[in-house]
């Protein structure tokens, strides 16, 4: 079982940055693609960025050019730097990670942007 604790999260100014850590409890290499995904009140889950064993990367639209999902091999850390943030980019981020067909979760961080 893979167990993923988010950190980073917090209240930022719009316009402001943030760097999300996602901690992973084995080697990343293990894992078929990790993921980013934000929940706001109301709102259903939305995928924000991922990134495959390859290096792929893919963004939500209403992040792409914002946003960057990257990785720590040694570490076994997954990234999301956040970059001209929104009062819309409000919810809480969860990291996801693939393996052998299971999706894993953590418990999320929340982000909040205010105007």
């Known amino acids: 079982q893979v167990q993923l604790v988010e950190s980073g999260g917090g209240l930022v100014q719009a316009g402001g940055s943030l760097r999300l850590s996602c901690a992973a409890s084995?080697?990343?290499?293990?894992?078929?693609?990790m993921r980013w995904f934000r929940q706001a009140p109301g709102k259903e889950r939305e995928l924000v960025a991922v990134?495959?064993?390859?290096?792929?990367?893919g963004y939500a639209d209403s992040v792409k050019g914002r946003f960057t999902i990257s990785r720590h091999n040694a570490k076994n850390e997954l990234y999301l730097q956040m970059n001209s943030l929104k009062p819309e980019d409000t919810a809480l981020y969860l990291c996801?990670?693939?393996?052998?067909?299971?999706?894993?979760w953590g418990q999320g961080t929340q982000v909040t942007v205010s105007s």
């Open positions: 996801s990670a693939d393996k052998d067909g299971i999706l894993y």
């Open positions: 084995e080697s990343i290499f293990r894992l078929n693609a």
């Open positions: 990134l495959t064993i390859g290096g792929r990367t």
